[in-house]
């Protein structure tokens, strides 16, 4: 069956191919149907409750969301349970076919279940309740070398990579898709979570209810850090800036500039930030492999948002920490023979120096690996790559243009500035305000190949998932080798992801979001050729 699907592809191709009107014979029903079966597969075999991890085994024998998972588990951050209710809203809003808004439903179902009695997330939710859930975080969790947030069970929720935030922003949608008030109280209790866990300064902590209860090889927990790191600050603006303006509550502008205002005045002197900043507005380390620094990613990532800032309010005082900011960076670039390609500055930056550090390890497993520090840029980690890029050029020609710009002309198209509604119905409608859209009509060739991708039983199975180490026990050498200096996990006993090179093939949740999107891109463009008149929102 799939070398006739190879085959069919070809077919297809060669008949846009020779079509020199460049009118295929690919239609919107063929693509739709598509979508429509690759959706049920994922819906009524492969989900749990409504719910999904990242990756299955085709057999089911093995699942993975970040790590291997229960069976009774699932997973939240993305491309688990949230990210696959966002598309089924999405195909929902382009087709029209209530399947996809009854699959959405269910992930709501799922998602609001694992609810924290606070109002927020964790990474992970698991139907067999907590005592499972301890368990899973007693033997996986805890021999995860590398992954050292699952290292321990907190029982409260996260804002790291964007869950608890993203779950409330489904919610969000899920409500103003029907102004069904059945959601109503899961996302008020959501808004009210992020409201109460934000400390007066503006900024956000990592996890909460606040916890001081793991320290790992002596370091503070770092969880109740204000915390930049995966961009919490951000996402938590983001998200009552979507709220304020859909839900038309006032109350949400104050914290929404106190958040805005945290990225001023916890910039360093010298221009840059770190991932966290702790109680006394220092900054702090995190993981074990996060010592306390400065990051030029972060300081670049920051910058572009204070500009974002700027545009939203016309406030002069967004533009003044960027010059800094912008120096920082120039002076924390790497000598040109240390320049790897695009990676041009260190990861780490040595706050009381201003010279890079770099972060390796030693040893086979969780218990008697280590990490350590020094001045060595060669054997760094593969999980956690001790140089990146930054997009420094960007951001002085974005600077260079926002500063030529009037507060006034600047903030026209503010999400936060009042406007009359003026169209039929309801004002309440999803508003987007991401950084990113991929929203653009793909080359019929892509949709095409995705449409040849689906197998007999209507999945899209992919290779090289990121898989783990089954659990056999706790980690018995204790030899400080240097065997796995560089490679994404230690021995047999990390339970750490790492990349599987072989050809077996797996089920995987990114691999139907991104062809869901390639296909939901297709019917957009060919429906509504003049415009986004059905506004697909990317999440």
Known sequence: MRYFNIILLLFLIFLVDKNVQGQSKLTVGEVEAAMLNATNFMVETVSNNGGYVWYYMPDFSRQWGEMEAYKTMIWLQNPGTISMGHVFLDAYRVTENEYYYQAAQKAAAAIIWGQ???????????????????QWYNTIGKNAWRLEEFQHYYGNSTFDDDVTSDAARFLLRMYLEKLDPAYKPALDKSIEFILKSQYPNGGWPQRYPLMDEFSKNGNPDYTSFHTFNDDVIWENVHFLIQCYLTLGEERYLEPIQRGMNFYIISQDSCGAWGQQVDMNMKVAGARTYEPKAFLPGTTCENAFLLLKFYEYTGD??????????????????????????????????????????????????????????????????????????????????????????????????????????????SPQSYYNNNRYDDRRKPDESKVLEVLGSLDNEYRWLTKHAMISNPYIGDGEKQDQTDE??????????????????????????????????????YVESVKYPDGLEKSVYWY
């Open 316 to 425: 002069p005082n967004f533009l003044a920490p960027i010059p800094k900011a912008i120096k920082w960076l120039e002076e924390a670039r790497l000598p040109d023979d240390q320049v790897e390609g695009r990676r041009t500055h260190p990861t780490f930056v040595d706050p009381e120096t201003n010279k890079p550090i770099y972060v390796h390890r030693k040893g086979s497993n969780v218990k008697y690996g280590r990490y350590y520090t020094d001045t060595n840029h060669t054997q760094l980690l593969a999980h956690y790559y001790g140089k990146g890029g930054v997009d420094l050029e960007g951001l002085k020609n974005e600077y260079k243009r926002m500063s030529k710009i009037s507060p006034e002309e600047v903030i026209k198209d503010s999400p936060l500035i009042p406007k009359q509604f003026t169209e039929i119905g």
């Open 484 to 521: 796995y200096v560089s490679t994404m996990v230690g021995d047999a006993t990390d339970t750490s992801p790492y990349r599987d090179e072989s050809d077996q093939e797996y089920i995987s949740t990114r691999e139907y979001i991104r062809n869901m999107k390639t296909l939901i891109n």
């Open 116 to 134: 924290s009695h606070e109002g927020g997330w964790n990474y992970v939710v698991d139907f067999a309740g907590d005592r499972s859930l301890k």
